[in-house]
């Protein structure tokens, strides 16, 4: 029964979470504009060619990885690497963060690939990953200082007392995003301390962390990274062309956002919403755009790359199927 417990509070509280946040950025909105915006204003040849570099991501992301694991004398299809891309962010919907893990499931019943080895390279991507998105945040933080600033003092990190602090709602959607980090953090400490106790499977991990050193082409390594950025970057500026209230925002405003947006979905929500709508909501406003258009935004941009998750998660479980 305890166990039973965990694991739903584990799949409860980051939707929970996520509602919270979503309800208190949306609790005065007017629901009726979105229909107006998605039928009558919206451009949907952006957004069409927007999913096209969504999907593109998920494809570089799988082939990066079949590289990743060839040093390990692994040798897995590239459709069942892109599959369980697709597989593994769907299940992020559902359970934040087990994505990771399933993924390397996906190759372990399909290509017999060592669980532990997959793992251990699911690892080096996330520090990769985790290194890219500074370098970018920092190279935008160098050419938008001042948007940065506003958007602290504007969200209720630079204030002139407790008592506006605590009564600004953007502080206490900060603390909720903080806590879920945090959350996240002792859920990887706690994988490690069991991982740990197992060492046959913890020497599996470890080799995967370091086959990058051994990974033959690294050129290509190199492009498959910088095209899956690219590609995250592109999915997300090109929207700004679907609506005629952010078609002139310029793609230095889409890197801001874009960083934003990347580290807001670090809190365990499922794909990020609520945290993500507050961010991306708020540095757009610092860009000129309305409350209302930019809470426009944000739902039809989510709401429609969450279907895509979706859909490509079914295409992934489903090719699979037919693969076998």
């Not at 570089?60 to 040798?75: C, I, S, Y």
């Not at 592109?234 to 230095?252: D, M, N, R, V």
């Not at 935004?297 to 279907?307: A, D, E, K, S, Y």
Request: with cysteine.
């Amino acid at each position: 029964m305890n166990k039973l417990l965990k694991k739903s509070f584990q799949v409860v509280l980051p939707f929970a979470l996520g509602c919270f946040i979503l309800y208190w950025v949306y609790r005065d909105f007017d629901f009726s504009q979105v229909r107006d915006v998605l039928f009558r204003q919206m451009h949907w040849g952006w957004m069409v060619l927007s999913l096209v570099f969504g999907v593109l991501s998920h494809v570089f992301r799988g082939w990066r990885w079949k590289q990743a694991l060839e040093p390990l004398n692994e040798h897995p299809k590239s459709s069942n690497c892109v599959d369980a891309i697709f597989l593994s962010y769907a299940t992020n919907l559902v359970l934040p963060r087990v994505g990771e893990v399933s993924r390397c499931g996906v190759l372990a019943k399909y290509d017999k690939v060592s669980f532990g080895k997959s793992l251990g390279t699911v690892v080096t991507e996330r520090l990769i990953d985790t290194l890219c998105i500074g370098v970018i945040a920092g190279v935008t933080l160098l050419l938008q200082m001042p948007i940065f600033t506003t958007f602290f003092r504007e969200t209720g990190t630079k204030i002139p007392s407790v008592d506006h602090l605590l009564h600004t709602p953007w502080f206490y959607v900060s603390l909720f995003c903080v806590c879920g980090f945090v959350w996240i953090i002792y859920r990887l400490l706690r994988m490690l301390s069991f991982f740990e106790k197992v060492k046959g499977f913890a020497l599996n991990i470890w080799q995967g962390i370091i086959s990058l050193k051994s990974v033959r082409n690294i050129p290509l390594f190199v492009a498959y990274t910088l095209a899956i950025w690219a590609c995250y970057y592109l999915h997300f500026y090109l929207t700004f062309f679907c609506f005629p209230f952010s078609e002139h925002l310029s793609w230095l405003a889409g890197l801001v956002m874009f960083v934003a947006g990347t580290v807001a979905v670090i809190v365990p929500t499922p794909n990020g919403a609520g945290p993500w709508h507050f961010a991306v909501i708020t540095m757009m406003m610092l860009y000129g755009v309305s409350p209302t258009d930019a809470a426009i935004f944000t739902l039809i941009v989510h709401g429609i790359q969450t279907l895509l998750v979706i859909v490509l998660g079914l295409w992934g479980w489903i090719h699979l199927q037919v693969v076998k």
